[in-house]
DNA sequence: TGGATAAATGATAGCGCTATCATTTGCGGG
DNA sequence: CCCGCAAATGATAGCGCTATCATTTATCCA
């Protein structure tokens, strides 16, 4: 239908060289080139004849052959496990508005809590010679770790806190935060403690807290309910069906923990009034807007992820920088537990 | 700390070269691309040769002076207004999902609703030479509109659907979106309408729809709550201390209209019933899970933000295919209104 | 007013690949 | 046993920029 608004036919427009450029205003290459990267050292005069003939053109520069020449990028590779999760989508975020500013890219590639495809994908971006990389927790596999170690360049995990990262690490204790829910199960009296969540590293750490926790205070073996990709509601409806005789659940992220309690209302096991004691406690992890405004509202373990992606850019740029930097958590009791 | 560990001297080990494996191999370099990009031409005998040269100087083709030479970048530019809201980031992954097994990488780029930005960010994208630019919505100033025109390459809006695209465009009918929502509101007599979302023009397009179907009913003009930027919670508060008599509002998307809801709720206004009818009826757009969980239920405005992006990367690797393409939506009616 | 210094511009070469054509090698049939 | 063709490999040039140095032009004070 609109044959008239199509791109343009690249052979009676060719996209527009710096050369183009330098011969139009009567200058070298190299003066286009300057007047694109360091205005300010080129006289105004053949300045302003130079950004008249890029207008005229149209010209945008072509910053694949930019960067081979001079080895920059000007961009980074991020790697997380889905984008389609608040919980990384924040992250992602705060990493962004930190490097567009500079001049950045952001060379976005999703692994989907698949070793295989990790390297795969870490691979790809290494390709494009990003300036560093930022993932998602730490390499899974030894060749992805050797893969990041040969390139040479910056590497930011997150979400995590390894005892040697590759290079360097922005996140908090995922151990440590499930022993600090364990422990509050615990200390409310709590017996039976669930665990829900995936099978990937940080779920494991945060696992092992909640069991080492619930050992210390003398409780039975927690247990543990394995989801893999579940949506909040496949999450509440496993834990109702496979341990149905909870009573303190801790949930992998909030949006589990949402599906959790919205599955025990449905149950009719949830108090009229969100402000009761609940039969069964939940708390998820990662205070999503959405918990605040559930109800009843949802006990989690806030996690900002905006400011580890923030984080996580500042590492990535400059390499003086700690290499190791434990952002925390904070236990935000509600009305769920 | 971890000196050992950090990424290794540039000096000591710099990154090789398709040259320095062609040495090894005792091949020209011109092999070796070949044993990278098309093995099957290349004899078994010096293919593994050459593959094995690859593994032990841990070569990772440059894909930069690659992408120079070939004129072509195995990418796609994306941008997003955010992508710190599901919405659009399950249109990232949708679109992820389609470019990735084909050995596409995506750039990604936020505009953060503004225009000045947007314009930077196409180009920032089209400098790298991306062979498609996949964005949310038609590009806003007619210089950015220009920009893209000029570059060549196919350009797909999403979330809307433009009369004239620049080049194609997969969504749905904002507007009729509105329509379908204030015609709702009308059978269901609800009088005193109001409508809470940005000012961008694809809630612009809404508002439309939903003023055109409140005076066709012959209800007084709806009523707008512009809010940029703010969070569910936000919007909850705005509606409710700017227009407290409303008894029906459509929420831009469904974060909003929890927000609204569970402001309701905290003004006592919402029935303990979640099945009786509500006295704000309320609709958000999107779909999200949560809404589904919440009580009460949302009723909205079905949106597949993942199938629009995958739909958008078909379209962008595949001139032939036709121009637009409208995936609809679907009021879908639950407990809220 | 000359000469030293800074400011402005240019010439040259090369980044690491791939397109294109040329050459060599292998191989079956007359 | 050599010709002709296909398969395999190579030589050459260049993608569009920038780093680096060289050169020219303006500037200022002795």
Redesign the interface.
């Known amino acids: ?2 044959m008239e ?6 052979l009676k ?1 060719p ?1 527009p060289t710096l050369m183009a450029v330098a011969r139009m205003a009567g200058v070298s290459p190299i003066t286009v080139s300057r007047v694109v990267r360091r205005p300010d050292i080129v006289s105004s005069a053949t300045r302003l004849r130079v950004e008249d003939a890029i207008r005229k053109l ?1 010209y ?6 930019g ?2 020449a001079s080895a920059r ?1 000007k ?1 980074v590779g ?1 790697l997380v496990p ?5 919980i990384f ?2 992250t ?2 705060g990493l ?1 508005d930190v490097l ?1 500013p500079l ?1 950045f ?6 692994s989907g809590y698949d070793d295989r495809r990790e390297d795969r ?1 870490l ?7 990003p300036e560093a990389i930022i993932m998602v927790g730490a390499p899974v596999t030894a060749e992805g770790t ?2 990041l ?7 930011v995990e997150t979400w995590e806190l390894p005892e ?4 360097a690490a922005v996140g908090f204790d995922n151990h440590d935060a499930g022993r600090v829910v364990g422990r509050h199960f615990a200390k409310a009296g709590r017996r039976r403690l669930v665990f829900v969540g995936g099978g990937d590293r940080r779920a494991t750490q945060r696992w092992h807290g909640f069991v080492e926790a619930a050992r210390q205070a003398g409780l039975a073996e927690p247990r543990r309910v394995l989801i893999e990709w579940q ?3 496949g999450a ?1 409806a496993a834990v109702l069906t496979s341990t149905p005789d909870t009573d303190a659940v801790f949930a992998a992220n909030d ?1 589990y923990a ?2 959790l ?2 599955a025990l ?1 449905r149950a009719n096991r949830l108090d ?1 009034d969100p402000a009761a004691v609940p039969q069964v406690a939940v708390v998820g992890l990662g205070d999503l ?2 918990g ?4 009843p509202t949802v006990s989690t373990i806030r996690i900002d992820g ?1 400011a580890i992606g923030r984080a996580a850019a500042e590492l990535a740029l400059d ?1 003086a920088k700690p ?2 930097v434990d952002l925390g958590f904070a236990l935000i009791l509600r009305e769920s537990g």
Chains 1, 2 share one sequence.
């Open positions: 239908m609109n608004n199509r791109p343009s036919d690249p427009s996209v149209g945008v520069p072509n910053m694949v052959a960067s081979l990028t961009s991020v889905t984008i389609a999760n608040s989508a924040d992602v975020q962004s567009e001049g890219s952001v060379i976005l590639a999703q994908m691979a790809a971006l290494l390709s494009r010679r050797e893969m170690r040969r390139a040479g360049i910056p590497v040697v990262p590759v290079d949506s909040g509601a509440g949006a949402i599906g309690l919205s209302r009229p807007e959405m605040r405004l559930f109800s905006a390499p290499r190791r």
